[in-house]
């Protein structure tokens, strides 16, 4: 009897898809992923991969984050020898290089409209980067350990850090100096983000909580005329304004914590282009997602706390009730930056994923979530409005 043999042929297969870095382009069809040391970019619905975005010089360094500017025209891309490539997301080509930093890049952010780069590296300098005249503007020296996140404040020109020493750190772009600090984490801060308003600062660290920080000036208490410093903020628990020496301006308030779902350490915070949500990524398959409230809400919220403590002290005497009046007046003023946090943030759902997140963005069309993950997979959602999430590929 002959032998036979099992004949054999080649179906379709998927290379690497995902390594580091994640984001939707600007119509929110096509899916940016960090692969190694290029670009891969994929049509979501059709699950193709469209084109391949490389350098010339063919980089053998790992692609360590991605930023897309929020015109869809350029992809910043930073590496672990500490260069940084702008790609041409309409010519498909690498349009210049900087160099300018002695390690890998750890954080990347375009301002609104796309002429500034902000970078941030494991060797602790923050450089602003001009995308036009295609320079550096200003290198940032003051953490003492590895950058985590960068913002950049466009109303007032000023740029905020932070960093693996604890730190965040406010600086003056006029000047190019750090203008205030805050102290208050007991450990590293992983990640931070600002609403789209630029009023509020959340920052996460390793612990269960969320810290809230005031960027409004109208809240902020009155100085003299005359007097100005710069700011060192110290333990979250107390207000931030208490803390300061006499004379000091005001450049963040402290407003209060709201706890988090999962013990894991924060990888990633985002908020929403419409202001309304946020994402908390945490080292692990969990994307917990909060609410932020509007004043209407909030007011709301209030009343509705107030009379509950007024139904619990309805039994209490008239006596006991007028001492304790005038001491929840002195106590109301000193916790009424930790109570504003509750009122205006609070969760609203949690995402898992098949495995763990290493980088997530946000729509800027709808509510949609595209995850990047360890087993070089890629996954989106779509949030509901109170519970659940539904997985579209």
């Known amino acids: 009897m002959p032998k036979t043999y099992l004949r054999y042929s080649a179906g379709p297969a998927i290379g690497l898809v995902f390594s580091s870095g994640i984001s939707f382009d600007k119509n929110n069809e096509l899916a940016i992923c960090g692969s190694l040391e290029s670009i891969n970019i994929w049509n979501i619905r059709r699950g193709e991969l469209v084109s391949v975005l490389k350098d010339g010089n063919e980089s053998k360094s790992e692609i360590t984050e991605i930023s897309v500017s929020s015109d869809g025209i350029n992809v910043a ?4 020898d500490g260069s940084i490539k702008i790609f041409d997301m309409k010519e498909k080509n690498c349009k210049m290089t900087f160099n300018g930093h002695r390690n890998a890049i750890s954080c990347l952010r375009f301002n609104s409209s796309g002429s500034l780069l902000i970078s941030g590296s494991r060797d602790t300098d923050i450089v602003v980067w ?36 604890s730190l965040v750190k406010l600086w003056d772009l006029d000047t190019q100096h750090c203008i205030a600090t805050i102290v208050g984490h007991r450990n590293e801060v992983w990640a931070f983000d600002v609403s789209p308003d630029e009023r509020r600062l959340v920052t996460g660290t390793s612990d269960d909580s969320l810290r809230f920080w005031s960027l409004d000036e109208s809240e902020f208490p009155k100085i003299p005329f ?18 300061q020496n006499d004379g000091e301006k005001v450049y963040a308030k402290f407003i209060g914590v709201v706890k988090r779902q999962s013990k894991e350490r924060v990888e990633r915070i985002r908020f929403h282009k419409g202001g309304k949500i946020f994402a908390v990524q945490t080292n692990d398959t969990k994307l917990e997602v909060f609410n932020v409230h509007e004043a209407s809400q909030i007011k709301f ?30 106590s109301d003023e000193k916790k009424e930056s930790k109570v504003k946090a509750s009122l205006e943030f609070s969760f609203q759902q949690t995402i898992t994923s098949s495995f763990k997140i290493k980088s997530f963005s946000f729509s800027s069309l709808n509510h949609g979530i595209i995850m990047g993950l360890a087993n070089n997979k890629v996954e989106v959602f779509s949030l509901k409005k109170q519970n659940g999430s539904e997985e579209k590929s």
């Open 301 to 330: 919220k209030a009343k509705r706390q107030k009379q509950r403590k007024n139904k619990k002290n309805q039994k209490k005497t008239k006596e006991s009730d007028e001492m304790e009046e005038e001491a929840e007046e002195h």
């Open 130 to 165: 001009d995308i036009v005249g295609e320079c550096g503007l200003y290198r940032l020296k003051g953490h003492r350990d590895m950058v985590t996140e960068v913002f950049l404040l466009e109303k007032s020109n000023r740029l905020i850090s932070s960093s693996k020493d």
């Open 77 to 80: 891309a930073g590496y672990k």
């Open 226 to 243: 005359g007097q100005n410093a710069t700011g060192t903020y110290a333990d979250e628990e107390k207000d931030a304004n208490q803390t």
